[in-house]
């Protein structure tokens, strides 16, 4: 799948939802790339991603989703100049339809790895049409309605109607027949138009009519070959095909149909392109030749010969058909000739004829099919596109690699940035809330992000003796103490989900809570709530876990906590409270003596020891002026 499309949809949810949505779907669906090239091949999973996450986050429906990706991918191609391609299509958008297989294979010589949709009107009437859509992608019928829809609306100025009538699904492709329901005021009735008086002037000899096409093939309703142009043969190093059943030599690759008549003959319209089912190599290459495989049905010389005399002369039919080995498909599809043209119904014959071309993408391919300039069509473009194409593909190489090149530093550099946005975001979500902060970034002033709390409880805590410890350690001790302490309250914190705005005993009640400042912004809790629980702090006990009555109701909410009466206190400007103390918890964690507190009492122990011991050997500060 080509950038266009994925870039298509990642426009039209940027224009809808905004940069920061998208790059919520863009994550949320794993696709690391931030914004995609034209001409570059992504997995086919890329679009059902991006659109399951749009689902998930929006809720929109999915099909209506589709339908707009679709919609809108009309008008973004219009930024690369298709518009103009869109505008002389079709005269009406039942031709513009019938020339979308044109369109891809134009299309081929930009995007090589195209695996393009084929499309069929039939029914036609003057309110409705029948359209036909096979694809070897999945889940696009929806997306292909939409691009209908703005077609229609863009370049014919009607407005269609489209229901699903049938939709089968293979496993190789999906086949789907639609109803059009429009204003076609371009149907008229068939009528047959035959120019006798003409037709009788100018006979035309099939050798001169053959010879013309070097690479036709006839075949009749039966598909037997009844004839084979000469630089077809000589490409398949082969005498004659006819005979030999149409479809055990080739495959149709374009349009999505299998070898049927009477499928072919609906779609004569469309560009057909045939890969043959054997693989075909130069007189220089040792590789299998598939006229070994027909020795035996090709029959003896003289029958050969006689074959070979009738060319030009007559249709010569036969009804022998290769061996059970050439049914089998040999080599990669490098190795086979693809050749494009034009099924056309030869009435007076009661057979098709293809009139084709071969593939080519440059001359080593020419080399490798055993093909040379002269073998191609002086009436066409053929020799022209293989020889300018050849010479302009190292220049187009060279700009396509820098393209890439450039693509691959910028994808770099995205990815550089995203991890730097991503610690940014880790420092700013620890000095402001996520949810505060998004809103400051959506353009919201400090004061509307104030809100009013009504149940927070707050935790103060202090470092007990800690200007006594720093006295007597040094001050990297004092550092790797704090760091220790602080590592350990972050894990707690991150833990259970709670916001830390500083250390922080225990008080619940409302707050309000806001960003103050500008310079310095910070987050801030304000209130009677906060006072107190500052106070309860001021008047708790080393290696003791405060809290108040209004704590301790909310904490028996929770029947958790074991919790002991303290008894009535005095705290500034609120008189007597009743406090207690945290004892533990119901599955035997204690809270008073626990093994971190130990330790830590242990650390400010053996610091306050080292301390004294160090000032009996050392000069005091007033000393060492002396």
């Known amino acids: 799948m080509y950038g266009l499309l994925v870039q298509g949809i990642a426009e039209y949810l940027r224009t809808t939802l905004g940069e920061q ?15 995609f090239t034209t001409h570059k091949v992504y997995s086919e999973t890329v679009i059902p991603r991006i659109c399951q996450a749009t689902v998930e986050l929006t809720g929109v429906n999915r099909d209506d989703l589709m339908e707009s990706f679709g919609f809108y991918f009309v008008q973004f191609t219009g930024n690369y100049g298709y518009d103009r391609i869109q505008k002389v299509l079709g005269r009406n958008l039942r031709d513009f339809l019938n020339g979308l297989d044109n369109l891809h294979e134009y299309l081929r010589f930009s995007y090589p790895k195209l695996k393009p949709p084929s499309f069929l009107c039939q029914s036609e009437s003057r309110h409705s049409m029948t359209l036909h859509y096979r694809s070897r992608r999945k889940g696009y019928v929806s997306y292909v309605k939409g691009q209908i829809k703005s077609i229609a609306r863009a370049v014919y100025r009607q407005e269609v109607k489209i229901d699903v009538l049938k939709e089968e699904v293979s496993r190789e492709r999906v086949d789907v027949v639609m109803e059009l329901k429009f204003d076609n005021y371009s149907y008229v009735h068939p009528v047959d138009c035959v120019n006798t008086t003409l037709e009788k ?16 093939i006839v075949f009749n309703r039966m598909l037997v070959i009844q004839h084979a142009g000469i630089g077809l043969l000589s490409v398949l ?17 374009r349009p999505l149909i299998d070898f049927n008549w009477d499928q072919i003959i609906s779609y004569v319209n469309n560009v057909f392109e045939l ?7 130069g007189e220089d290459d040792d590789g299998y030749n598939l006229s070994e495989l027909v020795t035996d049905a090709v029959g003896d010389t003289a029958s050969n010969d006689s074959l070979r005399r009738s060319h030009g002369r007559k249709l010569h039919a036969d009804t022998r058909t290769l061996t059970s080995r050439s049914s089998k498909s040999v080599g990669s599809s490098d190795d086979k000739l693809r050749i494009k043209g034009q099924m056309k119904f030869m009435p007076d014959w009661e057979s098709i004829v293809f009139l084709g071309t071969p593939i080519l993408s440059d001359l080593d391919a020419m080399l490798r099919k055993g093909l040379y300039i002269n073998d191609l069509s002086m009436h066409d473009s053929s020799r022209d596109l293989v020889l300018a194409g050849t010479q302009q593909s190292a220049e ?8 890439q090149k450039k693509s691959r530093k910028l994808e770099a550099s995205m990815m550089q940035l995203d991890a730097e946005m991503k610690r940014t975001d880790e420092l700013l979500y620890q000095m402001i809330p996520k949810q505060v902060a998004d809103r400051l970034r959506t ?31 040094t001050p990297m001790e004092v550092v790797s103490m704090l760091n220790a302490m ?55 006990e080393p290696m003791m876990v405060h809290i108040s009555e209004t704590t301790k109701n909310e904490l028996q909410g929770i029947n958790k906590y074991t919790i002991e009466h303290r008894g009535a206190i005095d705290v500034k400007g609120k008189g007597s409270m009743k406090t207690y103390w945290l004892a533990r918890g ?16 242990q650390m400010v122990k053996a610091a306050e020891a080292e301390a004294e011991t160090r000032s009996l050997y050392s000069p005091s500060p007033s000393q060492r002026d002396e």
């Open 443 to 473: 353009g919201e002033t400090a004061v509307a992000t104030c809100e009013v709390f009504t149940n927070v409880t707050i935790l103060f805590s202090d470092v007990v003796g800690f200007t006594k410890i720093c006295s007597k350690i």
């Open 21 to 35: 949505k998208w790059e919520e779907i863009r994550k949320r669906a794993g696709v690391r790339q931030h914004s």
């Open 396 to 403: 187009l190489k060279l700009a396509l690699d820098q393209e």
């Open 275 to 281: 890969c043959t089912v054997q693989s075909v190599q």
């Open 237 to 253: 190093g082969m005498e004659q095909l006819d005979g030999h059943s149409v479809d055990e030599v080739f495959s149709i690759v």
């Open 586 to 601: 119901t599955d035997g964690e204690t809270f008073l003596h626990s093994a971190e507190h130990e330790m830590y009492a």
């Open 486 to 540: 602080y590592t350990k309250f972050d894990m707690l914190i991150e833990m259970h989900k709670v916001y830390k705005v500083r250390r922080a005993s225990i008080h619940s009640g409302t707050v309000v809570a806001g960003v103050v400042g500008i310079k310095m912004p910070r987050y801030c809790l304000f209130g009677d709530t906060v006072n107190t629980a500052s106070r309860m702090e001021s008047n708790g």
């Open 201 to 216: 002037a100018m006979p035309v000899n099939s050798s001169t009519f053959f010879s013309v096409f070097p690479f036709h």
